[in-house]
């Protein structure tokens, strides 16, 4: 039994250290005017300085994912400045991935309380 521990311990070990974790990362949101907790939302991830979320004079620049693209079916084109936040969203996906490509990413983001985790 004690030559199994190491094999299955190691195994263990390796799975865990494969799967990559859940991270926060510090985003600029364009946030839906109703987000019932719980749901989940089509969003737009883009790289920083990008045109995802327009941006007000001396909000900062933030890679940015844009959850209020749309509303009732209908393509919103200018989220308000009152509901754009500079918030640390939780990305279970490859975020540098997504953070490098030229364009915008699609992920699927669930709103917690006050967290949002964003899958790819």
Do not use: N
Not at 23 to 28: A, D, E, F, S
Not at 64 to 92: K, M, N, S, W
């Amino acid at each position: 039994m004690k030559i199994l521990r190491q094999p299955v311990l190691f195994g263990a070990l390796f799975l865990s250290a494969c799967h990559k974790q859940p991270q926060y990362h510090h985003v600029l949101i364009a946030y839906p005017e109703q987000w019932t907790d719980g749901d989940r939302r089509p969003c737009f991830f883009g790289p920083m300085g990008g045109l995802t979320v327009m941006r007000e004079a001396g909000q900062p620049d933030l890679p940015q994912l844009d959850c209020d693209r749309f509303v009732e079916g209908e393509l919103v084109h200018r989220t308000p400045a009152e509901r754009i936040y500079a918030i640390d969203a939780f990305f279970d996906g490859d975020y540098s991935v997504a953070l490098a490509a030229k364009g915008e990413t699609p992920w699927t983001c669930l709103r917690k309380g006050d967290r949002i985790t964003c899958k790819p």
